[in-house]
């Protein structure tokens, strides 16, 4: 199958800053391309001057690619809102073309779950573990295997024991619960469901998963349950919402600064808070992603 072409600019989607800023964590770049993995399909994009090329295998729509992509929401027009601010306007130029991408609910739990207190490089590695061990291989190409992301059912089979054997450490405990959780609730179903709650519900409910807290739940929220107004706080946001946002100072992040800085976030940037603070983070972030997730 050949290549397809969608034309759109790099304002509009820069891969790098989509794909590696810690939103998804089963992307490369190989042969001058991006791969990475969308449901049970392998999807590879490159960049052209009229916009981006991209090829799915097994075959797939174009429509598939523009949902993931969520390329129905126009980056240019919410920048219309977001240039007002000074900070935001300065991430734009730098880091331009940072999309929220869909992922599927049930792997955007399980990968955050695996991200606290860990590193990008780590977090990689455990979930591609467990996309080997649990899930259905999609293809072999550029010289490694593709497997998709399991569902809860077949995640199931996973003892903690055999989660330990894979290195994901005291997480193991939490995906085991945080499974059986999901599939007691109803299974992908159910967290499907959540995206049409309200925000606070959707949220309660994730935090009744094992393993998911303020800021995990949040994650969910923004990059697996289209809450595009959710401001994820770790310790890079905190420091942009101490610097320029919030009017109130306070050095310690607890739950009620969390709501603060939020809330500045929020008040600052709009409805589509969620997408401008990825601006930001992927700006703070510099030039590598080899810190840890608070």
């Known amino acids: 199958m050949g290549w397809n072409l969608i034309k759109t600019s790099l304002s509009e989607f820069t891969p790098s800053n989509t794909f590696f800023i810690g939103q998804v964590f089963n992307w490369t770049y190989v042969s001058e391309r991006y791969v990475g993995c969308l449901s049970n399909k392998l999807l590879e994009i490159r960049t052209t001057d009229l ?4 090829k799915l295998t097994p075959q797939g729509s174009e429509q598939e690619v523009v949902k993931f992509l969520n390329l129905d929401i126009d980056l240019l027009e919410c920048y219309q809102e977001w240039k007002k601010d000074a900070l935001f306007e300065e991430a734009w130029k730098v880091k331009p073309g940072v999309r929220i991408v869909k992922q599927n609910a ?21 979930l591609n573990s467990i996309r080997t061990a649990y899930g259905e291989l999609i293809t072999e190409k550029h010289g490694k295997k593709w497997y998709s992301f399991p569902t809860p059912e077949q995640l199931s089979l996973a003892t903690r024991e055999d989660l330990l054997k894979l ?9 085991v619960g945080a499974v059986r959780k999901i599939i007691d609730n109803g299974g992908e179903n159910w967290l499907e469901s959540l995206k049409e709650l309200p925000q ?12 998911v807290g303020p800021k995990v739940a949040d994650c969910i929220l923004l990059f697996g349950l289209n809450k595009f107004s959710v401001v994820p706080i770790d310790i890079h946001m905190w420091r942009i919402a101490q610097n320029h ?9 607890n739950k009620k600064s969390y709501s603060m800085a939020v809330e500045a976030i929020q008040e600052a940037l709009g409805s589509y808070a969620g997408w401008a603070h990825s601006f930001l983070y992927a700006t703070s972030l510099s030039k590598s992603l080899k810190r840890k997730i608070k």
């Open 51 to 54: 916009g981006f090329e991209w």
């Open 106 to 126: 049930f792997e955007c739990t399980m990968a955050f779950i695996v991200s606290q207190n860990n590193n990008v490089k780590r977090i990689e590695r455990n």
């Open 167 to 175: 290195g994901l450490g005291y997480r193991a405990k939490y995906i």
């Open 200 to 211: 606070e519900e959707a949220k309660s409910n994730l935090m009744q998963l094992n393993g």
């Open 245 to 253: 946002y919030m009017k109130k100072k306070t050095d310690k992040l």
